[in-house]
């Protein structure tokens, strides 16, 4: 009987193992949403990771503190990071005004991965259209992880929030300033 016990361990054990195997060597994830303003608006908010912060769903959890350096905005501007369950460096590596904001992210936990996330602005009738985009190759821990917490969703959803939390700050500032 033990045997029999055993050996549906060993084949569900498996079976999880070949699931897992068969996931994407490759994690990505976007997000796009419409901003009511032009590029030169926007950019400034994503281009200062401090103002980033500000609207970042990820950096807004309690108990996350960052460590800035480098330069205020831009190539070489960094932000160490800890706090709810994560830590890690994020690096602006690329910048064109006002189009796009490429930036090495580097997490250390829950688990160690390294990833690319772009924000790109392009112009659109009455605003732009904001795309928040992140990819990188998911180790195999992280592919069995996929199998449980599905990465797109949970990624995804705090994206959308975080853009947003950019939609309505800067709709809001742009409001105000008529005023």
Same mark, same amino acid.
């Given at each position: 009987?033990?045997?029999?016990?055993?050996?549906?361990?060993?084949?569900?054990?498996?079976?999880?193992?070949?699931?897992?195997?068969?996931?994407?060597?490759?994690?990505?994830?976007?997000?796009?949403?419409?901003?009511?303003?032009?590029?030169?608006?926007?950019?400034? +908010?994503?281009?200062? +990771?401090?103002?980033?912060?500000?609207?970042?769903?990820?950096?807004?959890?309690?108990?996350?503190?960052?460590?800035?350096?480098?330069?205020? #905005?831009?190539?070489?501007?960094?932000?160490?990071?800890?706090?709810?369950?994560?830590?890690?460096?994020?690096?602006?590596?690329?910048?064109?005004?006002?189009?796009?904001?490429?930036?090495? +992210?580097?997490?250390?936990?829950?688990?160690?991965?390294?990833?690319?996330?772009?924000?790109?602005?392009?112009?659109?009738?009455?605003?732009?259209?904001?795309?928040?985009?992140?990819?990188? #190759?998911?180790?195999?821990?992280?592919?069995?992880?996929?199998?449980?917490?599905?990465?797109?969703?949970?990624?995804?959803?705090?994206?959308?929030?975080?853009?947003?939390?950019?939609?309505?700050?800067?709709?809001?500032?742009?409001?105000?300033?008529?005023?």
């Amino acid at each position: 009987m033990l045997e029999i016990i055993g050996a549906g361990v060993a084949l569900v054990i498996a079976i999880i193992l070949v699931l897992a195997a068969r996931q994407p060597d490759i994690c990505h994830i976007a997000r796009s949403i419409f901003v009511a303003a032009p590029p030169e608006r926007i950019f400034p +908010l994503i281009d200062d +990771l401090k103002a980033m912060n500000e609207w970042n769903p990820f950096a807004t959890q309690k108990g996350v503190s960052n460590v800035y350096s480098g330069p205020e #905005r831009g190539v070489g501007a960094a932000d160490d990071f800890s706090g709810g369950g994560s830590a890690g460096r994020i690096e602006i590596v690329e910048s064109t005004e006002p189009s796009q904001v490429a930036l090495s +992210l580097r997490m250390d936990r829950p688990m160690r991965c390294e990833n690319r996330v772009e924000f790109t602005i392009a112009p659109q009738n009455g605003g732009s259209l904001v795309t928040w985009d992140m990819k990188g #190759r998911q180790p195999f821990i992280g592919k069995l992880f996929s199998l449980v917490m599905k990465p797109e969703k949970m990624v995804g959803g705090a994206f959308e929030q975080g853009l947003s939390d950019l939609k309505r700050l800067v709709e809001t500032a742009r409001e105000e300033a008529a005023e």
